[in-house]
């Protein structure tokens, strides 16, 4: 089994990114790490694509989903949406085929400094993904980052720790179980 995990950032210090890997980390699975910025490409148009095709790097995108057997993300939230980053890859690796998600067993996750956590940005995750292939076995958003997150620890507010940790087990049983079900 193994996960494809990525903070919705480009960031080189993004919070999401750190939780990502600590939230894979805690599932006992094997996992890829993404790091978006390894798949910029040109900005988005239907002019360029008719120009150019779809650049190489959105195929490369989609082969990682592809050869998971479930995806955790971490949202960060600029402006009340997503990064222009991550907007960007899904806009491209979209054009490819459908489902966009592959009908994968997914974890959406936010985090951010203030006390919404980009909850609004993983809202329109967990609304929108659901209609362009993404199983949301489950979603979870961390506030205050900063106060609740320790890169050694993890969550560090228990409460927020003991509403997580079943939203994982949930995830990691539902990946478990998709497998099982293939066999």
Same mark, same amino acid.
């Given at each position: 089994m193994k996960l494809?995990?990525f903070?919705?950032? %480009? ?6 990114q750190?939780?990502?890997n600590w939230a894979?980390s805690q599932t006992?699975l094997?996992y890829?790490l ?5 798949? #910029?490409?040109?900005v988005f148009?239907v002019?360029? #694509? ?6 190489q790097?959105?195929?490369d995108?989609?082969?990682k989903l592809?050869?998971?057997?479930g ?5 960060a939230?600029?402006n009340?949406?997503y990064t222009?980053?991550?907007?960007n890859?899904f806009d491209?690796?979209s054009?490819?085929?459908n489902p966009r998600?592959l009908?994968k ?13 980009a909850?609004?940005?993983l809202?329109?995750?967990v609304?929108?993904?659901?209609h ?6 489950d ?9 609740n997150?320790d890169?050694?620890?993890?969550i560090? %507010?228990?409460e927020?720790?003991? #509403?997580?940790?079943p939203?994982l087990e949930k995830?990691v049983?539902?990946v478990?179980? #998709?497998?099982?079900?293939e066999?």
């Open positions: 494809v995990v903070g919705a950032s %480009n960031s080189k210090t993004s919070k999401n750190r939780f990502a894979a006992g094997d890829e993404l790091d978006l910025n390894d798949y #910029e490409m040109t148009s002019d360029k #694509e008719a120009e150019s095709g779809i650049p790097l959105a195929y995108f989609r082969d592809e050869e998971a057997d995806i955790i993300i971490s949202f939230e600029y009340g949406s222009s980053a991550f907007k890859i491209w690796f054009r490819i085929g998600w009908d067993p997914m974890l959406l996750l936010s985090t951010s400094p203030g006390k919404r956590g909850a609004t940005a809202d329109v995750a609304r929108t993904f659901p362009q292939g993404g199983k949301v076995v979603h979870f958003s961390l506030p205050s980052f900063n106060e997150f890169d050694e620890k993890g560090v %507010n228990q927020l720790l003991n #509403e997580f940790s939203k995830f049983g539902e478990q179980s #998709e497998l099982a079900s066999s």
